[in-house]
C-alpha cells in the first residue's frame, strides 16, 4: 500500500496513506515522522495550526531520504483569510519546515474555527487565501493546492473564482460518518477527497458491529477504518505517535466485500465523539 499513488487533477502523484501529525507536540513528533519513513511512509501530513512544522521539519531530515521522494503537506491557518496574510504564512511554514518547497498546501477551514458552526462562509477571504496559494503554486513553491474541511458551497465558492483548480478536499470520512454527497461532488470535479482521523478519533472501537467485522477479516479495527476509506476511492490520514501502530496502520491489503461495504456505509452515524466533541471538526450542532 505504502508503493501505490493516487494522481492528482495536475498530473502530481501523491502516497495512497500518509502520516497525521496532530497531537503531535513539536517536541514529539520528529521521531514518529522519522520512523514512518522508516518503514516506507512517504505522506507526511501537518498544519499550521498543529504547531509542530518544525518538528515535523527535523524528522524529515533526520531520515535520510531524499526530499523528492517525499510528499509533505501542511495547512494555511483558518484564520488567514487575506492574501498578503496567506503569502507570509505559506512562507512562514516553509521556514519552520526546513523546505525549499511543499508538496501540497491547503486552506484548513473555509471558517476560522471559533465560528466553525457559524453562518458565515468566509466568501470573500477564502478567495483571497486561495489566490495566495495560487500564486506560490504558480512560483513554485506548492506542487499542489487544496482545501480541507469545505463543504460544497465552500468548493463552488473557489471554483467559480478560481484559476487554478483544488486538487483535494481533506475532509472527516471514516465509517458512521461517511457524506456521500460531498465526496461525489469532490469527485465530479476531479478533487481528490483525503480522509482524516479514519477511525473515528478512536470511537469506531466503541461500535460492536465494527469489532466483529474486523474480526471477521482478521485485522484490527483502525486496519478495517483505513481499508474502508480506500476502497471508498479517499485518501486516509491515519495519525499515531505508536511505532506499532504506524507500521500495522500500513497493512491494510485486504479487501472489504461489496456487501460489507454497503454494512459499513450505511451504519448509523456516530452521534457522539466523547472529550473530542470539544474540537470543532468533531462538534455536533
Known amino acids: 500500500m505504502l508503493n501505490e499513488n493516487f494522481k492528482l487533477s495536475n498530473g502530481v502523484e501523491i502516497p495512497k496513506l500518509g502520516l497525521g501529525t496532530w497531537l503531535i507536540s513539536d517536541e514529539d513528533v520528529a521521531e514518529p515522522v522519522q520512523k514512518a519513513i522508516e518503514l516506507g511512509y512517504r505522506h507526511i501530513d501537518t498544519a499550521q495550526a498543529y504547531q509542530n512544522e518544525n518538528g515535523v521539519g527535523k524528522g524529515i531530515k ?51 474555527w471559533k465560528e466553525f458552526q457559524g453562518d458565515d462562509h468566509y466568501f470573500e477571504g477564502n478567495i483571497e487565501a486561495w489566490k495566495a ?31 487554478v483548480k483544488p486538487m483535494v478536499n481533506q475532509i472527516l470520512a471514516h465509517i458512521g460518518n461517511t457524506p456521500k454527497e460531498l465526496i461525489q461532488h469532490c469527485k465530479d470535479n476531479d478533487i481528490l477527497v483525503e480522509a482524516y482521523s479514519p477511525i473515528g478519533h ?16 482478521n485485522v484490527s479495527v483502525p ?7 480506500l476502497q471508498l476511492g479517499l485518501l486516509p490520514l491515519p495519525k499515531s505517535s505508536n511505532p506499532d501502530h504506524i507500521k500495522s496502520n500500513a497493512e491494510v491489503d485486504f479487501e472489504i466485500s461489496d456487501e460489507d461495504m454497503d454494512t459499513l456505509r450505511n451504519m448509523e452515524p456516530i452521534k457522539d465523539y466523547g472529550e473530542a466533541s470539544k474540537f470543532p471538526v468533531y462538534a455536533k450542532e
Request: hydrophobic share 35%.
Open 223 to 229: 486496519q478495517l477504518g483505513i481499508r474502508y476509506d
Open 133 to 163: 496559494l495560487e500564486k506560490a503554486y504558480e512560483d513554485g513553491k506548492l506542487r499542489a493546492i487544496g482545501l480541507s474541511n469545505f463543504e460544497k458551497e465552500d468548493v463552488d465558492n473557489i471554483l467559480k473564482n478560481c484559476n
Open 202 to 217: 478512536g470511537e469506531l472501537f466503541n461500535i460492536d458491529e465494527v469489532e466483529s467485522m474486523a474480526n471477521k477479516y
Open 62 to 112: 533526520s531520515s535520510n531520504v531524499k526530499r523528492e521522494e517525499l510528499f509533505i503537506t501542511t495547512k494555511l491557518a483558518a484564520e488567514v483569510k487575506s492574501y498578503d496574510e496567506a503569502i507570509s504564512a505559506i512562507d512562514e511554514s516553509l521556514e519552520k519546515l526546513g523546505l525549499d518547497y511543499l508538496d501540497l498546501m491547503i486552506i484548513h477551514s473555509p471558517k476560522p
